[in-house]
Every structure is written in structure tokens, then in C-alpha cells.
């Protein structure tokens, strides 16, 4: 809607142009009209029609600044008519994706949600589930946070998946490689402080490119073709004890 009431003021302003004469000066007219020796124009100011010698009217000039507003004119409707486009796409994108906080696979046109995973924290004492707004008290050493299972119910044929990502908080977010061993899921190795309980996070990161829709949603995509392995989506905040996952597999198709 913007864009078309734009358009029309650009259109009203477009239709009247410069009458240039000889002498440097100019007529503000709505058109004009070259008739044997005489030029006939109406004029915006007096708003009737007016006659004025053809030998006094500089022709040249008034036809090269219109042919001249005329392209400026279609160059500043293209891009709005662009900027419309743009906007009406990432409406649609927006409607296409959930509400809800969470990880989306972009599968054509469609997307579908990936399962949160539950990860637990382990340590010499045991395991704690952690929760990401209550994050469990820690001792000094070290902890692992994993995930169950050795491998994602989640496969991708895709080695370059698209998702879309609606954050639950303003926090981090990357995809990890995850470690698979007895099972369990390796996704972050937390390495605690003494006194200052501190935390030293080592994980695996693959390079992601991202695109913000919104100020929660964005569109993310690894910067180069996964290999095949357990990964999982992650929503973190450095040093605070709290993650969320969303796991996924790549395994690719296999050939006929």
C-alpha cells in the first residue's frame, strides 16, 4: 500500500515539467503544445492557457529535462515496486512459520518442526537434567552435556539444511557437531572454575550463515556442506548453565 501511494505522488509530481525559454528562466506547466510559431502551454501557477513565440522557447532543454525526469521517475518506481515485492515475501515467510519458540526444517515450501531434545549434565557426582530457567548448581570440574541416544530420529539427505529458528530468548544461537558414543551424545564439554565457578564451554561449531526476519526469527544455513554426522540446532548463553537443542542427523541419500 505504500508503495502504490508513493507511485501516485511521484506520478502527480512527474506531470508537470519545465517550460525552459532562451533567456534561462521557465514556466511550471502541466503540458504544452507546439503550434506553427507559437508554443501553447497551461500554466500551474495561473492555472489557464497560455501562448508564448516559438523563437523564444529553448526546446532542447525542456524535452531533455523531461525525457530525463521521465527515466528518473521509472528508476525510483522500479525500486518501489521492489521494496513492495520484499516486503510482501517476508510477510508470507513469517505467516509460512510457527509462533512458537523453536527449530523449523525449510522442506520446499513447507517446514517442519524438529523435536527438542532433553540434555543432561554429567559429572563425576551423576546426571542433572538441565532446565534453561533454572539452570542446575555446579561444583568445580568437569561436566559433560549430552543428549540420549547415539543417533538423531531427525535424518537430512540435505547436506546444506535451511531452518528457520524462533528464539524462546534473546540469546546465542549455532549448530554443534555432536560426539556419538555409547548412548549418548556428546554436545558441550563445560570445564568450572574453582571459587569463581566460572565455566570454560569446548564445543564443536559448525559455520552458519544467518538472516533475521524479525527480532526473534531468523533463517539459518551452514556456511559450507555438512559431513555426515549427529548435529543439533542450539539456543545458549555463554557461561550461564543453560542450553536448548533441537537434533538432527546427515546422512546422505544413498545412490540407486
Not at 548435529?231 to 542427523?249: H, K, L, M, P
Amino acid at each position: 500500500m505504500m508503495a502504490i501511494f508513493c507511485l501516485a505522488v511521484l506520478s502527480a509530481l512527474a506531470a508537470n515539467l519545465k517550460l525552459y525559454l532562451k533567456d534561462g528562466s521557465y514556466h511550471i506547466v502541466r503540458e504544452y503544445q507546439v503550434e506553427k510559431d507559437r508554443v501553447r502551454f497551461y500554466s500551474v501557477e495561473r492555472s489557464e492557457w497560455e501562448e508564448i513565440p516559438l523563437d523564444l522557447v529553448d526546446l532542447v532543454r525542456t524535452r531533455a529535462e523531461f525525457k530525463e525526469s521521465q527515466e528518473e521517475l521509472a528508476k525510483e518506481a522500479k525500486v518501489l515496486t521492489e521494496e513492495d515485492e520484499a516486503e510482501r515475501q517476508q510477510r508470507e515467510e513469517v505467516a509460512r512459520v510457527p509462533a512458537d519458540p523453536g527449530v523449523y526444517l525449510v522442506d520446499g515450501k513447507d517446514v517442519k518442526p524438529l523435536k527438542q531434545s532433553e540434555p543432561k549434565a554429567v559429572t563425576d557426582k551423576g546426571r542433572s537434567i538441565l532446565k534453561a530457567l533454572s539452570p542446575i548448581p555446579i561444583v568445580a570440574g568437569k561436566a559433560i552435556v549430552e543428549i540420549d541416544g547415539e543417533n538423531s530420529a531427525f535424518v537430512l539427505s540435505n547436506a546444506q539444511p535451511e531452518f528457520y529458528f524462533r528464539l524462546a530468548f534473546p540469546e546465542r544461537f549455532a549448530i554443534f557437531k555432536l560426539k556419538s558414543r555409547k548412548g549418548v551424545r556428546e554436545v558441550q564439554t563445560w570445564q568450572i572454575m574453582p571459587v569463581t565457578n566460572e565455566i570454560a564451554e569446548d564445543q564443536e561449531i559448525v559455520p552458519i550463515l544467518n538472516r533475521q526476519i524479525e527480532s526473534d526469527l531468523y533463517k539459518i544455513w551452514p556456511t559450507d556442506p555438512l559431513k555426515p554426522g549427529e548435529y543439533a540446532v542450539v539456543e545458549y548463553s555463554t557461561g550461564q548453565r543453560n542450553i536448548q537443542i533441537w537434533d538432527f542427523a546427515f546422512r546422505p541419500a544413498a545412490k540407486p
